[in-house]
Structure formats: C-alpha cells, structure tokens
C-alpha cells in the first residue's frame, strides 16, 4: 500500500517539474473563435430609392397621373413666374379697345373695361394656386389637431369634438361658407376663412379615424413602455403613419377649394372687382357670353384645368399609397 501511494506521488511530481530547458509546459489550447462579424443597421436608403421607383413607376404607368402631374406643375411654374411673363398691367384699362377678340396684341382678347385677359389671367394664377394651398393647410393643422386629440385621447373628448364636427358637417360646405362669408365683410381673404372653418371636419374624421387604427399596436405600446409622453408619441409615432391618407385628401381637396373659392367670388362674397381672380373675370363675363365669348371662356377654361389636374394628381398619389398595387 505504502508502494502504490509513493508512486502516486512519485508521478505527480514528475508531471508537475518544469522541464530543464527552462520552458514552460506547453498546453494544448483550444483554437481561437473568431468574432462575428459586426451587421450594419438596416439602411433606409434603399427603402427611400425603392419608394421613389415605385412612385415613378405607378406615375408612368398611368396616363391621368402624367396629365395631372404636368397641369398642375404647369399652373404652378405660372405661380411663380406668370406675373413677370403677363404683356400687359392686369389693371389698366383701355376703352377704345373694349371687347376686342383675341389678336396678336391680346391673344386671348380684352374684356369690357379693355383689360387683357392674358394678364389677368397669369395674376389670376397666383391667387387661385396660393389660396387652394392656404386654405388646405389651415384645414389640416386644424382637422390634425382635433382628430389627434378625440382619437388619441377618447371618452367625452372624443363624443365632444365629434359632435362639434357631425354640427358642420350636417350643413352642405358652400352654403355655409356663403354663410360665413356674408357675416364677415365680403373679401379674398375672409371668403378663405370661410372655407377653412367648413372643410376641417373632413381631415379630422380621417384623423380620428387613422388613430384609432394605429393606437393599439404593438409600437405605440412598446413608446409607452419606455415612458414617453402623450405628444411625442401621437407626433413621433401616429402622425407620420397617418400621412398618406390625408396627402391624398388634401390633393383632391384642392380642386373643390379653388371651385369654391371661384364661386364665391363669382356671387360676390370672394374676391373683388378689380382684382384679377378667375371667379371674378367669369362673373364680368357672363353678360357678354353670347357675344364676346372669350371674355368669360378663357378664365372658365383655366378653372377647368387646374381642378382637372389636381383631381388626377390626387388619383395618382393614391395609386402610389395603394398598398394593394405596391408590387
């Protein structure tokens, strides 16, 4: 027994002595595992390049998304340039040329004061395209607000704003901007104001309506878990969502704006006399339709157009945000 344990020992010992040339026992080490490799964060870049492809794409493809497009590009280069391009003062009058047809110095003709309709009509351009767009987004930053808070917060803020909507929108929009715009002194800019205050409602259904939809999920919850407010969530995480559905309603709102816009100028609760405003040029004009025809056609005609080309444009952007053709 004392032989075995010495030679336990014995072996141990051996196994433990450095070796005489001085180095250490060599071990046997496990081969080195190589670090994985670093994944970059997803890029947004090729989902933006992707968007605007399909954009490209949707708008090529479609033949009343390309004429939209170009009109209402066309109307708006004249927003900016049509002024400096007008041949003549849209204001001057020249009786001795009264109701003269279109020519080469008038083009499209002068009306019964011997003003050139051109003129007024590239002046006219600025004010129909910059009201639309004043109006739109005086609605939405209303209709936004309003139907963020009724959808976001619920309860009796919500049956309240609801209910302040359901009041005007029980009343057809034109009659009670003509409404409005009779108690307030007739103008462009109250006429404007009567418009925004009636076309809000339609923005903050859609509004409520989106929010509702996207509160409960699953990325609204995780915000609220990492404590974030109320704001920062419904302006970091609802409001980009909700963003297509009223690009596209603001962009088909725009023709029925500058529609209403023109009729109340046309009965005289818009836009006045003298200014060269495309509801005002066909009011004048009505009462020599029959003879001088161009007076009130030409203005008639750039309604028409611009209405047509964003009720396209809206169309198209649609189509874009379509998830079902996002193919």
């Given at each position: ?49 992707s968007?605007?492809?399909?954009a ?29 391009l ?8 020249n ?122 999920l ?12 109320d ?45 060269p ?18 007076v ?32």
């Amino acid at each position: 027994m004392m032989r075995a344990l010495t030679a336990k020992l014995g072996s141990a010992f051996s196994a433990s002595r450095v070796p005489r040339d001085g180095h250490q026992p060599v071990t046997e080490l496990e081969p080195a595992v190589a670090p994985p490799p670093a994944v970059a964060p997803p890029s947004t870049g090729g989902r933006e390049r992707s968007g605007w492809r399909r954009a490209i794409r949707v708008i090529d493809q479609s033949l009343p998304a390309k004429v939209g497009l170009v009109v209402v590009a066309f109307y708006v280069l004249l927003t900016v340039i049509g002024p400096t391009l007008a041949p003549y003062d849209p204001l001057a009058q020249n009786l001795a040329i009264r109701l003269a047809p279109p020519a080469r110095e008038h083009l499209l003709g002068t009306d019964q004061l011997g003003r050139d309709i051109l003129s007024r009509l590239l002046y006219g351009a600025r004010l129909s395209v910059v009201s639309a767009v004043v109006t739109v987004v005086i609605s939405v930053a209303i209709g936004v607000i309003a139907g963020a808070v009724a959808g976001y917060a619920g309860g009796w803020v919500d049956e309240a704003l609801m209910r302040i909507t359901d009041v005007f929108l029980a009343f057809p929009s034109l009659i009670l901007a003509l409404a409005i715009a009779a108690i307030l002194r007739p103008s462009l800019t109250n006429a404007l104001i009567a418009i925004a205050v009636t076309w809000w409602p339609t923005y903050a259904r859609l509004m409520r309506g989106q929010v509702l939809a996207t509160r409960s999920l699953e990325y609204v919850d995780a915000a609220r878990a990492q404590g974030f407010n109320d704001l920062r969530i419904v302006l970091r995480h609802l409001l980009p969502n909700c963003f297509g559905p009223l690009l596209v309603q603001a962009t088909l709102d725009m023709g029925s704006i500058i529609l209403t816009v023109a009729g109340l100028s046309f009965i005289g609760y818009g836009a006045q006399p003298p200014t060269p405003e495309w509801g005002v040029m066909v009011s004048e004009g009505r009462t020599f339709l029959q003879t001088q025809w161009w007076v009130a056609t030409a203005p008639a005609i750039a309604i028409l157009t611009l209405v047509m080309g964003f009720n396209l444009l809206g169309d198209g952007i649609r189509d874009i945000l379509d998830p079902r053709i996002r193919g």
